[in-house]
């Protein structure tokens, strides 16, 4: 007679842990949004903006607010900096289930600035204390339900209406990688003085004897900072000899 095997599916184990940590945990689950613009002015009313937290959750949650100034590299990734440009009031919260917090952000960075200056917001969660170390709160006691950390980024930006952004587009530059696929690289400037988002771009095609349209995914939502520069690539398009490419915008 065969002994009965306690073997038990690698799968199976997976999903009990995650059915336990589910019954146990709190996800979190927060909705943070600027109440009146993401746009601050260097003085005046404009220069401060209220943020509203929401936690759609059924445990506590808290939160750190940091701010950066923000720069993005060729490839359009984020570069931060801790900024102190800004009074975060409060820094740290604590959400309580099922409600909402308020914070005010004033800028207190340079007042003449002569370029749009962009930032991020970060708000880190905080793991609650667990055991005798809860925290009390007028509701009961809140701690212990999570056991992870995530963070939220808010964009802003700092600018006054006369700034005006400027795309450009360099000439493109044929790629072939080591699968043999081939791409048209090309590199958009921004030599404004404001942001500025790529959504309907129209590509221009300039050949000897016709130009050709394109309208790629690849260049949709694409930011690019004032006075900075972007590097995309899209597939080569089809029937274009890669010499004397000359490229065009319509935005």
């Not at 917090?101 to 880190?124: H, L, N």
């Not at 992870?148 to 005006?164: D, G, I, N, P």
């Not at 400027?166 to 493109?172: D, H, L, V």
Request: proline share 4%; glycine share 6%; aromatic share 8%.
């Amino acid at each position: 007679m065969k002994k009965k095997s306690n073997y038990v599916p690698g799968i199976l184990i997976k999903l009990i842990l995650v059915l336990m940590f589910l019954g146990t945990t709190s996800i979190y689950c927060a909705s943070i949004k600027f109440l009146d613009g993401r746009t601050f002015s260097t003085t005046g009313l404009n220069s401060t903006k209220t943020i509203h937290i929401r936690n759609e959750s059924t445990g506590y949650e808290a939160y750190e607010i940091t701010s950066f100034a923000r720069n993005l590299d060729i490839d359009g990734q984020d570069i931060l900096s801790t900024s102190d440009d800004f009074i975060i009031e409060p820094r740290q919260i604590l959400v309580e289930p099922k409600s909402e917090m308020f914070v005010t952000c004033s800028y207190i960075g340079p007042e003449d600035i002569d370029i749009e200056q962009a930032y991020r917001f970060k708000f880190k969660s905080v793991p609650l204390p667990k055991g005798n170390n809860r925290i009390k709160t007028k509701k009961g006691v809140a701690g212990g339900n999570v056991g992870m950390t995530m963070h939220y980024l808010k964009s802003a930006y700092v600018t006054s209406q006369e700034f005006q952004s400027n795309i450009e587009i360099s000439n493109g530059v044929h790629e072939k990688d080591e699968e043999g696929n081939e791409w048209l690289k090309m590199v958009f400037v921004n030599t404004g003085s404001k942001h500025h988002v790529l959504r309907k771009t129209e590509l221009i095609i300039y050949l000897k004897d016709k130009k050709i349209k394109l309208n790629p995914e690849e260049l949709k939502l694409i930011l690019i900072l004032a006075n900075s520069k972007i590097e995309k690539k899209i597939p080569w398009p089809e029937g274009v000899l890669p010499d004397n490419l000359n490229l065009g915008l319509n935005l």
